[in-house]
Structure formats: C-alpha cells, structure tokens
C-alpha cells in the first residue's frame, strides 16, 4: 500500500535551534518526493524535491530508499519557518499531481 | 497570472443536496488534480485529469465525479451530500507536458454540510 507517515503532529523549537521533520513512505516502485510547505493564510507550495536536490530556505532533504525516509532538515531554525509541512509522494507515472500526502506537522519557532 | 483559482471560496449545503465546485488552472496547464483535506489531516487525492481524460482516482465513493473541460478547468460534483464531505477541497494544477511535476495548488473551496 502507498503510504506517507509523518510521526510528529507538532515540533517546537527555539530560534537558531536544528530542525528535523521525519518522513517514512511505504511505496512498491520508485516513488517521487516532496515536501510541501502552508504558512498561516497561505496556500499549499511546494517547498523542495528529491529529484532537484536543491536547497530551499536553508531547508534540504535527502530520500534514503534503505530507510524508506525523505526527512526534512535545516540547521538554524527562523520564526518564519513556522508552518505547517507536509511530505509527499508521487509514483512516477502519474506526473506527480497525484499526490499522497501525510497528515502533516506543524512547526513552530519561538524566540 | 493569479495562480490556481477556486470558486466558490465558501459554500454552507444540507444532506442530500449535490454541490460543484470549480476550479481554473495556470494558464497553459494541463493537468488538473482534486483534493480532499479534513481538518486535521493531509490532502487526500481525490481525482486527477490530463486532457480532458481521467488518469487517476482515489479510494472516493461514486458520489464523488469530475470533470475537464476543453480549456482544461474542471468542476468536482459530489452528489448526495452528507456530514462528513465537509472538507477543505482543493484544486492543483501542473504543466506534465513539460515533466515538470510540481503541482501548483488553489486556496480551496470550504465545504460545510449541515
């Protein structure tokens, strides 16, 4: 079964803190990945990709198949990285518009 | 451009009645995909078209239909309504053709079913 899981329904650091936001999926061929990002009153973006494997706002996610984990990490945590993130996939014939989310975590920064 | 567009941004229906909700893509999109999110969880993938064909459905009762049109829009009809179709329904679009497969998302239709 295709299946994203997002363990932490809520991550709190402080300012300037490490940041770790844990995936696992659970996919019989070679999925795409995703994280997407919705801050307060925003709509859902895209935040980054396993396949461009670029960096995003300091953000950066490395998909490990042995591990079945896309998890997402930045070094110093900002106030506006406070929001709420999903990772998702993709199988790679359907052009990843058809997405299986996982139910999401919500990051919170404080000072 | 505006982005993906939605309408209507809020609807309030009672049980049994049908609904239909719109959705514009990005101009020169193509594909189109339906979402479903209950507060508290993910987006759960409803339907997905590319031109004007579905190519993909979700584990969505037959209440739940969609459609594309030749300028590549779509409409979501979900028919008798009940309690918990109340839901955050979202529209994404994104331009296959080019392998580009980030999918750009709208703000959502708020469904409540009274």
């Known amino acids: 079964a295709q299946r994203v899981t997002q363990p932490e329904k809520l991550l709190s650091v402080f300012k300037g803190a490490p940041v770790e936001l844990k995936c696992n999926y659970s996919y019989s061929g070679s999925p795409e990945l995703f994280w997407y990002v919705q801050y307060s009153r925003q709509r859902l973006q895209l935040l980054l990709r396993h396949i461009s494997r670029e960096s995003i706002k300091g953000f950066t996610a490395d998909l490990n198949k042995g591990e079945t984990s896309f998890h997402l990490k930045k070094p110093f945590a900002q106030e506006e990285d406070s929001a709420m993130y999903y990772c998702?996939?993709?199988?790679?014939?359907?052009?990843?518009?058809?997405?299986?989310f996982g139910k999401g975590t919500t990051l919170s920064v404080s000072s | 451009d505006a982005g993906v567009t939605q309408s209507p941004t809020h609807l309030i229906k009672t049980r049994g009645q049908h609904v239909t909700l719109r959705c514009s893509p990005i101009?020169?999109?193509?594909?189109v995909s339906w979402y479903q999110q209950v507060l508290g969880q993910g987006p759960q993938f409803i339907f997905q078209?590319?031109?004007?064909?579905?190519?993909g459905r979700g584990n969505f009762p037959d209440r739940f239909s969609a459609r594309q049109f030749p300028n590549y829009s779509s409409e979501l009809n979900v028919n008798a309504l009940l309690l918990g179709d109340s839901a955050l329904y979202l529209c994404a679009s994104s331009d296959r053709d080019r392998g580009n497969t980030e999918a750009f998302f709208g703000q959502g239709t708020r469904l409540t079913v009274v």
């Open positions: 101009s020169g999109h193509k594909s």
């Open positions: 078209y590319y031109e004007k064909e579905e190519r």
């Open positions: 998702a996939l993709s199988g790679q014939h359907q052009a990843g518009t058809a997405l299986i």
